[in-house]
């Protein structure tokens, strides 16, 4: 029979090393929760600036518009918005139909003539889609199918 003096010493060596693994398992969940904590924290601070700007006036008047970039992506009109903030190509539809050609109205095969393309489907079928994407976003009107003209200006 053991003696009870070694029998303790065992079960004392055994209970460290499981204390031990706790400590190790205590380590790792403490580093795993400091790291979830700081992901929340983000994601909460992400959310609070997100509502403080959409919850904020538009600065439309708060300097100048920002330049076009050649291909970007058409905004939507605000009022007083000038057409420099749109792409040279889209500010360049918008000025011929501002112009006496344009004041009637023009099909996009005149308006590819008037922009000193060639009236050739592939140049006409991208002058409507541009034609179009101005449309939905406020800047020209569609009076009738195929035919485009400027936003009626107040007289002043």
Known sequence: MASVLGLLEAREKKIREEVAGLREEAER?????????????????ARVTVTEVLTEPPLAAAGPAPRAVAGSVVPHRIEGMAASVLAPDYQRIVEVLESDAGRAGLR???????????????????????????????????VRPGVFTALATPAG
């Not at 403490?30 to 924290?41: D, I, K, N």
């Not at 003539?113 to 449309?135: C, D, F, I, M, Q």
Request: with cysteine.
């Open 29 to 45: 969940v403490q580093a795993a929760l400091g790291e979830a904590e700081r992901a929340l924290q983000r994601l909460v601070d």
């Open 108 to 142: 996009c095969q005149q308006l590819a003539v008037s922009l000193g393309l060639e009236a050739v489907p592939a140049k006409v079928e991208g002058l409507r889609s541009k034609a179009k994407r101005l449309v939905e976003r406020g800047w020209i009107l569609q």
